[in-house]
């Protein structure tokens, strides 16, 4: 069982950074796909980013590409996702999700997850 951990939501200015990050425990953290996930009000959970095990490669959402970066830290057993250019569009509660299954981006997919954070951009 891996138990996952957000931290840094907030509220930022339209154009603004944010970096959140997940800490994760319970489990070989190295082992698992990491993955970054948002959900806005009255909409469907939303793919942002993943991260492989060994941090080699990454994906990205179309509209995050460019503005959000994905990095993990195995030693610390965490998962960052930096944001910045942010857009009113990038409100949403964000997660942090872990699975073994290589680089994937379906939430369905993934098997642990975490309890999200808040990030509100105001324009």
């Known amino acids: 069982q891996v138990q996952l951990v957000e931290s840094g939501g907030g509220l930022v200015q339209a154009g603004g950074s944010l970096r959140l990050s997940c800490a994760a425990s319970?489990?070989?953290?190295?082992?698992?796909?990491m993955g970054w996930f948002r959900q806005a009000p009255g909409k469907e959970r939303e793919f942002v980013a993943a991260?492989?095990?060994?941090?080699?490669?990454?994906s990205y959402a179309d509209s995050m590409k460019g503005r959000f970066t994905i990095s993990r830290d195995n030693a610390k057993n965490t998962v960052d996702l930096q944001m910045n250019s942010l857009k009113p569009e990038d409100t949403a509660v964000y997660y942090c999700?872990?699975?073994?299954?290589?680089?994937?981006?379906?939430?369905?997919?993934?098997?642990?997850w975490g309890q999200g954070t808040q990030v509100t951009v105001s324009s």
């Open positions: 999700a872990a699975d073994r299954t290589y680089m994937i981006s379906s939430p369905s997919e993934y098997d642990y």
């Open positions: 991260i492989s095990r060994g941090g080699g490669t990454t």
């Open positions: 319970g489990g070989t953290f190295s082992a698992y796909t």
